[in-house]
């Protein structure tokens, strides 16, 4: 059974869930993992006063510095920083837009989100987050230069740490080839797609259950950027960009996905962690 609908959070006309005199943050959850979309400016500080694990900062187009005690790295637009568990702060010294990932594993943060009593009662269906293994070398601040990481062949460039994935995906220019669609679906996990920038069109469909009363009809879902589309286990999958001018998306998993992570090579840090007991890359 289909037991959570797809949601789509349109940041253009919901108000943010914490406002300061420099920096708005929009902060919505899924089942395992909780988003936080910040617009800064210079001077800006997000703090977080004492995580429970790992989490990530991607800097749209913001810079500054991510901080962790005595640790610290700069960062520049297009920089994936992982952040280890503790107290941290992302200081800007340049205004912009930047996407932090948590796990739900912040019952509070988790709490704060816009759409947090649509989780109220769980999430049936999707499996319970378990963290993987640590890293190697132990936690600690991690930065990458994500335009460092294209492959040939590939729009995909997935990043892991011990309890989200990333894919960052290439932007695209132009609308998407209506032939060259990938409609799928995920067995036991939700799908995070944000949208940086562009026009999208997501398309939805769910699989039918011996009760017709619980059948759903095919959902077509458009928003602007910055958005939010939470896609529930089982139901059919797609996104397109419409329209011309630049477009791009980021996938958001939680935990990371085993099925990109038994590629050779797929997941662009993956000598950094390990993958779980007993599982074999192929």
């Given at each position: 059974m289909i037991s959570l609908a797809a949601a789509l959070y349109d940041y253009q006309k919901l108000p943010p869930e914490e406002v300061t005199?420099?920096?708005?943050?929009?902060?919505?959850?899924?089942?395992?993992?909780?988003?936080?979309?910040?617009?800064?400016?210079?001077?800006?500080?997000?703090?977080?006063?004492?995580?429970?694990?790992?989490?990530?900062?991607?800097?749209?187009?913001?810079?500054?510095?991510?901080?962790?005690?005595?640790?610290?790295?700069?960062?520049?637009?297009?920089?994936?920083?992982?952040?280890?568990?503790?107290p941290s702060e992302v200081r800007c010294t340049g205004g912009g837009r930047l996407l932090r990932l948590?796990?739900?594993?912040?019952?509070?943060?988790?709490a704060s989100a816009g759409n947090a009593a649509g989780y109220a009662n769980g999430a049936p269906g999707v499996a319970p987050l378990a963290a993987w293994p640590d890293p190697v070398g132990g936690f600690r601040l991690r930065a990458y230069a994500v335009a460092d990481y294209v492959r040939d062949g590939s729009r995909m460039r997935i990043f892991r740490c011990s309890n989200l994935m990333l894919n960052v995906m290439l932007p695209r220019e132009g609308p998407r080839d209506t032939r060259t669609l990938s409609p799928h679906s995920h067995a036991d996990f939700e799908q995070g797609s944000f949208a940086i920038e562009g026009e999208w069109m997501h398309h939805v469909r769910y699989p039918w259950t011996a009760d017709l009363a619980e059948w759903r009809e095919d959902e077509h879902l458009t928003a602007?950027?910055?958005?939010?589309?939470?896609?529930?286990?089982?139901?059919?999958?797609?996104?397109?960009?419409?329209?011309?001018?630049?477009?791009?998306?980021?996938?958001?998993?939680?935990?990371?996905?085993?099925?990109?992570?038994?590629?050779?090579?797929?997941?662009?840090?993956?000598?950094?962690?390990?993958?779980?007991?007993?599982?074999?890359?192929?």
């Amino acid at each position: 059974m289909i037991s959570l609908a797809a949601a789509l959070y349109d940041y253009q006309k919901l108000p943010p869930e914490e406002v300061t005199p420099l920096a708005r943050s929009w902060i919505t959850r899924g089942a395992n993992f909780v988003t936080c979309y910040s617009e800064v400016r210079a001077g800006a500080t997000l703090t977080r006063e004492q995580q429970p694990d790992e989490s990530m900062m991607f800097s749209i187009d913001a810079q500054g510095s991510v901080v962790c005690g005595e640790q610290g790295v700069d960062f520049s637009p297009g920089t994936l920083v992982i952040v280890p568990p503790g107290p941290s702060e992302v200081r800007c010294t340049g205004g912009g837009r930047l996407l932090r990932l948590f796990s739900s594993e912040d019952v509070a943060l988790a709490a704060s989100a816009g759409n947090a009593a649509g989780y109220a009662n769980g999430a049936p269906g999707v499996a319970p987050l378990a963290a993987w293994p640590d890293p190697v070398g132990g936690f600690r601040l991690r930065a990458y230069a994500v335009a460092d990481y294209v492959r040939d062949g590939s729009r995909m460039r997935i990043f892991r740490c011990s309890n989200l994935m990333l894919n960052v995906m290439l932007p695209r220019e132009g609308p998407r080839d209506t032939r060259t669609l990938s409609p799928h679906s995920h067995a036991d996990f939700e799908q995070g797609s944000f949208a940086i920038e562009g026009e999208w069109m997501h398309h939805v469909r769910y699989p039918w259950t011996a009760d017709l009363a619980e059948w759903r009809e095919d959902e077509h879902l458009t928003a602007g950027s910055p958005s939010l589309l939470i896609v529930p286990p089982k139901a059919i999958h797609t996104s397109r960009n419409v329209g011309e001018g630049r477009a791009w998306l980021l996938d958001i998993f939680s935990p990371p996905r085993l099925d990109f992570s038994l590629k050779p090579g797929m997941v662009c840090n993956e000598e950094d962690y390990p993958l779980p007991d007993g599982a074999v890359m192929g």
